[in-house]
């Protein structure tokens, strides 16, 4: 999942919220930046490449 910085709460909520068992084995959210895009068909770079 490709989100922007601003929706990272909201996201991790959402998943949270949806997938807490309490129990073993919920899971784990990895977050990482993404250095760039690019649409190869295209060549549209950035947030317009995700689109």
Do not use: P, Y
């Amino acid at each position: 999942m490709v989100v922007e910085v601003n929706q990272l709460d909201e996201i991790f909520d959402m998943i949270i919220e949806s997938c807490k068992t309490g129990n073993i084995g919920d899971g784990k959210i990895f977050v990482s930046s993404i250095e760039g895009t690019i649409r190869i068909r295209t060549g549209e770079r950035g947030v317009e490449a995700v689109l």
